[in-house]
């Protein structure tokens, strides 16, 4: 690698396969407005040259049109039942789903069947059997399928991971990585929000933000982990039915392993850590958005702390999501990409369960 | 805790007891006269104001005397038998026992006999049965007997203990520690060494630098794990009998978990963080020494790197043990601290065989 592409222009875009300019901007209804929506994906959907928001789909008119009227873009609201009965479909190329996980699979489901290609929150459903009958439903359709994982195209995680496969660290040895919040006390105090009921997200911290880690370790490999463990535990009553706090380890093939630590009881934090025979990379802070980014880099005699320009992680996800649409080039966290988390996921809960290791 | 305990004084002494001028010097006995020996202890010794090294007990009276005329306050040497006849105990008032692990037993024991206290090198044996046959040894006789980590006397982990223990993370929640070095590349590429050797090491990474990462984690939690789960693996001829890497996770009472990693096999690299509900404290490098050491301590609405004058890590545990021996004040890293780290280790393999959780 040149200095040039770790320290000058560490957030270009190295993905990109056509011109924003030559292609169609992909026309894009979001299913769900919540916080996440409105103040993360719509504003970046709005400063997107490869997408826009032309429609809103949401269970309140009222909300909807309130939101509607902030953005230029979007030409029209939908109400849930009149999204499935195809009202609209003139009006968007693609959906992205951003609602409780346990109705993803309906929300694609209906998407696929007006030949709507999908842009699904992570992970992708509230189990592996919904997750796989989600990418079954997509396939049979022919519309692309994506899960929306901010990491593959945040720069500094590009980068670390080039790093490593331009044999920088040697041969990896271990990853660590950890994602941590007081979901509660600083993000949303509600205690019958749906990150806490098991039946529509799946598990808790390890489904809500455990997969940062998990997932980017997987990325930074490229490689996917044959045997996991964990321990699972909560401290507070909201938290009886999905784990507050996980901690998972996991080999990966070649003898490499990793560790993952998520807890929606700790301190912000996150980072993730490759340490290998010759050198070490860390991006840390890693996962939450609107941080400086910082990548660490140890080999030799020399240690590098570099201090990356932020960049707007929806819009680059989004943006690659479009590039992909109007391209022939594979979309790398597909839907099966997704399936595996929650394979992993779920074997993380049953070793947990079982005080042993589980075969992935 | 005032500013200045954590900026301005943290090489303070805070586990003195003893003025170093007002008690009589302990006139200490070298068992093992191998690179940390000579490199590191001998200089320690001969810098502290409380100790001194007056007797070198080897198997080689050649190196043992051209090891002598180095230090002033050697008064002799001894072969092994004689050593072990009492040969020169009027020399000596405590032995520091720095040989293959799986010898420390018999070297303490000769030490007992003779009413010598014991400062023995980690781990305290090669298994958890010859540990507690050392500790009952040094119990009957009346000697004290201290295991050597460094750690319980380097100033950043004792300031990190304390800012723990006032609150300033919160409760704490997870640690994760790690040690690593290419053991062959970087620092003995003898394949027949001791350490490589199950009989004499009674294990490999784990026994000789995870060692680290989990006494520190016991230290800074105040508390032992109750299980354990782990993985090895090796990837070198040279590491057939015992593990080259080492990964193993602990779940510690009240729900706190910890992850510690370490390698002779990846870059050198050292650190600990313990994550809590409020904050989150890390001390890296770590474990090494002769590295400038740094503390973070993340928490609120602020991140302090803090850098950490050097201190000579074995001159502070050589005082710590001489200031004990002089007082009537407990040693914190006893022979039954000591046999738990064994435990735990021998645990760790036994649910790395087992893919299992193992409880402590």
Redesign the interface.
Same mark, same amino acid.
């Given at each position: 690698m040149e200095i040039d592409d770790l320290i000058g222009s560490q957030c270009r875009r190295d993905w990109e396969r056509t011109e924003a300019t030559a292609v169609p901007a992909v026309r894009v209804a979001a299913i769900g407005l919540g916080w996440f929506t409105r103040g993360r994906a719509l504003p970046a959907l709005a400063d997107s040259a490869r997408c826009e928001p032309t429609v809103l789909v949401s269970g309140s008119t009222t909300k909807a049109d309130r939101i509607a009227s902030e953005f230029d873009a979007v030409e029209r609201t939908l109400t849930y039942e009149e999204y499935a009965e195809g009202v609209g479909t003139d009006a968007y190329d693609a959906v992205y789903v951003c609602t409780p996980n346990a109705y993803h699979l309906d929300h694609a489901t209906v998407a696929a069947e007006h030949g709507k290609h999908v842009l699904c929150e992570k992970p992708i459903e509230r189990d592996s059997d919904r997750a796989a009958d989600l990418v079954t439903v997509c396939d049979d359709a022919g519309v692309e399928l994506m899960v929306a994982y901010r990491m593959h195209t945040e720069p500094t995680v590009r980068r670390a991971k080039e790093v490593i496969k331009a044999g920088y660290?040697?041969?990896p040895?271990?990853v =660590?990585g950890?994602m941590?919040q *007081?979901l509660l006390e600083r993000v949303n105090p509600d205690p019958d929000q749906w990150r806490l009921d098991a039946e529509l997200a799946g598990g808790g911290a390890l489904f809500d933000i455990g997969l940062y880690p998990l997932n980017t370790a997987r990325f930074l490999l490229d490689a996917d982990p044959v045997?996991v @463990? #964990? $321990?699972t #535990? %909560?401290?507070h009553d909201a938290f009886d039915a999905v784990e507050e +706090?996980v &901690?998972c &380890?996991l *080999?990966f093939p070649g #003898?490499i @392993?990793a +560790?993952c630590?998520a %807890?929606h009881?700790? =301190?912000q934090?996150s980072s993730i850590t490759v $340490?290998? $025979?010759? #050198?070490?990379v860390r991006i840390e802070p890693a996962f939450f958005q609107d941080q400086d980014r910082r990548v660490e880099l140890? *080999?030799g005699d020399s240690h590098a702390e570099i201090q990356v320009d932020r960049v707007d992680q929806i819009r680059e996800e989004f943006d690659y999501f479009a590039d992909r649409l109007r391209s022939d080039a594979d979309i790398y966290p597909d839907g099966r990409h997704g399936v595996v988390d929650v394979e992993i996921m779920e074997a993380v809960y049953e070793a947990a369960d079982r005080? +042993?290791?589980v075969e992935v």
């Amino acid at each position: 690698m040149e200095i040039d592409d770790l320290i000058g222009s560490q957030c270009r875009r190295d993905w990109e396969r056509t011109e924003a300019t030559a292609v169609p901007a992909v026309r894009v209804a979001a299913i769900g407005l919540g916080w996440f929506t409105r103040g993360r994906a719509l504003p970046a959907l709005a400063d997107s040259a490869r997408c826009e928001p032309t429609v809103l789909v949401s269970g309140s008119t009222t909300k909807a049109d309130r939101i509607a009227s902030e953005f230029d873009a979007v030409e029209r609201t939908l109400t849930y039942e009149e999204y499935a009965e195809g009202v609209g479909t003139d009006a968007y190329d693609a959906v992205y789903v951003c609602t409780p996980n346990a109705y993803h699979l309906d929300h694609a489901t209906v998407a696929a069947e007006h030949g709507k290609h999908v842009l699904c929150e992570k992970p992708i459903e509230r189990d592996s059997d919904r997750a796989a009958d989600l990418v079954t439903v997509c396939d049979d359709a022919g519309v692309e399928l994506m899960v929306a994982y901010r990491m593959h195209t945040e720069p500094t995680v590009r980068r670390a991971k080039e790093v490593i496969k331009a044999g920088y660290v040697g041969e990896p040895v271990t990853v =660590r990585g950890d994602m941590s919040q *007081r979901l509660l006390e600083r993000v949303n105090p509600d205690p019958d929000q749906w990150r806490l009921d098991a039946e529509l997200a799946g598990g808790g911290a390890l489904f809500d933000i455990g997969l940062y880690p998990l997932n980017t370790a997987r990325f930074l490999l490229d490689a996917d982990p044959v045997a996991v @463990t #964990g $321990t699972t #535990g %909560s401290t507070h009553d909201a938290f009886d039915a999905v784990e507050e +706090t996980v &901690s998972c &380890s996991l *080999r990966f093939p070649g #003898g490499i @392993t990793a +560790t993952c630590f998520a %807890s929606h009881n700790a =301190r912000q934090a996150s980072s993730i850590t490759v $340490t290998g $025979t010759e #050198g070490q990379v860390r991006i840390e802070p890693a996962f939450f958005q609107d941080q400086d980014r910082r990548v660490e880099l140890s *080999r030799g005699d020399s240690h590098a702390e570099i201090q990356v320009d932020r960049v707007d992680q929806i819009r680059e996800e989004f943006d690659y999501f479009a590039d992909r649409l109007r391209s022939d080039a594979d979309i790398y966290p597909d839907g099966r990409h997704g399936v595996v988390d929650v394979e992993i996921m779920e074997a993380v809960y049953e070793a947990a369960d079982r005080d +042993t290791w589980v075969e992935v």
